[in-house]
């Protein structure tokens, strides 16, 4: 009996400073809740959080509202916590109007985790696949690069309330403003990327007002595939470089016609193993510190202030790298 427990107790060491140490409690219930349902970027998501729920004997699962409604997330919160889940995670569409209900959750002994979402009050943890001023300033740079630097452009984001997106938007106007005075952003940015339809009508719109417009540069998954899908109807796809993040399997077919020029992106199956992966430490036990590993992050350096967890992992979307992305189901 002493041999075995010797045993355990050296594995359990050397677990926890791969970062891995197992959950004290058994069968962590993890709800995460996303941006909105039914889109390619949060299917990926979805498909890591049952994975990773399957392969720890976790019951993980994805609540996917109908719209990019904070209130919506507010409700599916809500529910969550009525359901007694050991761990909430959420992407939000609105890290403000999440406040109340977040501290709800962990005055009820419910972990919270967020994503695309840093400095979020009232949540334990928010980790990050890319650093937002990393993740602005190549897209910004990929774009400049396109449009040969100058000319007009525009800006989509997810949702006008979006942390994660306007903080990459922030970085790659400054950087743009700095490195490439002849570049000009027109107007305001649009808050429509969430929505394929939207940002196509949008495109639409903008072309019509702005017939010299040079580029487009989006960060929300929606934004590339809408906006290409009006160049490609207008036959502006060799005219008017369109640069941003999106799903490559939706978003393939634009890129290797010329609709869409590129951009990076970081995992969201990977995103979602690693909600699971987390909500299990967090659940049984384990405190995050400063150089341990977690899996999908490597070794992290949190910033124990604000909360946050920042890694940068990076992957540019190509005509040469979009077929093997997207056969990861992305």
């Known amino acids: 009996m002493l041999k075995r427990t010797g045993i355990l107790v050296a594995l359990s060491a050397a677990l926890s400073l791969a970062g891995l140490a197992p959950a004290v409690a058994k069968d962590v219930k993890v709800g995460v809740v996303v941006k909105i349902g039914g889109i390619p970027w949060f299917n990926a998501m979805e498909a890591g959080i049952k994975a990773q729920s399957q392969e720890m004997g976790d019951d993980g699962f994805m609540v996917g509202p109908t719209s990019a409604d904070p209130a919506l997330q507010v409700r599916a919160v809500e529910d969550l916590i009525a359901q007694g889940v050991n761990v909430i995670g959420v992407v939000p569409n609105d890290a403000t109007v999440l406040e109340p209900v977040l501290q709800k959750a962990r005055d009820a002994g419910i972990k919270v985790i967020t994503h695309e979402s840093p400095d979020q009050k009232n949540a334990d943890w928010d980790f990050e696949m890319v650093s937002a001023q990393g993740y602005g300033e190549a897209h910004a740079e990929l774009l400049a690069q396109k449009m040969g630097g100058k000319g007009k452009y525009v800006v989509y984001v997810g949702s006008l309330t979006v942390p994660l997106h306007n903080l990459w938007a922030d970085f790659a106007i400054a950087y743009l403003k700095k490195k490439y005075p002849d570049m000009t952003m027109v107007g305001d940015r649009y808050g429509v ?77 990977e995103a979602g193993k690693v909600f699971v992966r987390l909500a299990d430490f967090l659940a049984g036990g384990g405190e995050v510190t400063d150089g341990m590993t977690i899996e999908g992050l490597g070794v992290i350096h949190p910033d124990f202030k604000e909360g946050n967890i920042i890694v940068d992992a990076l992957q540019p979307i190509t005509v040469d790298t979009v077929d093997k992305l997207a056969a990861m189901g992305l």
């Open 193 to 269: 990327a969430e929505s394929a339809d939207d940002s196509r009508k949008t495109a639409l719109d903008v072309l019509a007002a702005n017939p010299d417009l040079g580029g487009f540069l989006t960060f929300g998954s929606q934004g590339p595939v809408g906006a290409g899908r009006a160049l490609e109807e207008q036959h502006l796809c060799d005219k008017v470089p369109l640069v941003g993040s999106f799903s490559p399997g939706q978003g393939s077919a634009l890129l290797k016609s010329g609709c869409i020029d590129g951009g990076y992106m970081w995992n969201p199956m």
